[in-house]
Nanobody, 124 residues
């Protein structure tokens, strides 16, 4: 079992940056594919970014490509989402997730464990 805790959300102006972190419990963190998703009230949870167990493979939603970067530190059991050039449409609750896919995973059904989410608000 893995427990996930996100941090780093907040209010930022358009064009600004935020760094989200996800801390995982347990000694099996390196065996999980990790992902970030986001969700607005009343809407489906959307894929943002994913990273393989080794960290060598990543994938991003088209809407964030070139602006967001996902990384992981298996020694510290953490995964990070660096978000730059933020836009008002990036406003959402962001969730960290752990899954058992082969390499990377872009759909929610591939993930088993979820954090409780952290709010990101981009507004002037």
């Amino acid at each position: 079992q893995v427990q996930l805790m996100e941090s780093g959300g907040g209010l930022v102006q358009p064009g600004g940056s935020l760094r989200l972190s996800c801390a995982a419990s347990g000694r099996t963190f390196s065996t999980y594919v990790m992902g970030w998703f986001r969700q607005a009230p009343g809407k489906e949870r959307d894929f943002v970014a994913t990273i393989s167990r080794s960290g060598l493979a990543t994938a991003y939603a088209d809407s964030v490509k070139g602006r967001f970067t996902i990384s992981r530190d298996n020694a510290k059991n953490t995964v990070t989402l660096q978000m730059n050039s933020l836009k008002p449409e990036d406003t959402d609750v962001y969730y960290c997730a752990a899954g058992s896919a082969n390499i990377i995973a872009t759909t929610t059904n591939k993930y088993v464990y979820w954090g409780q989410g952290t709010q990101v608000t981009v507004s002037s």
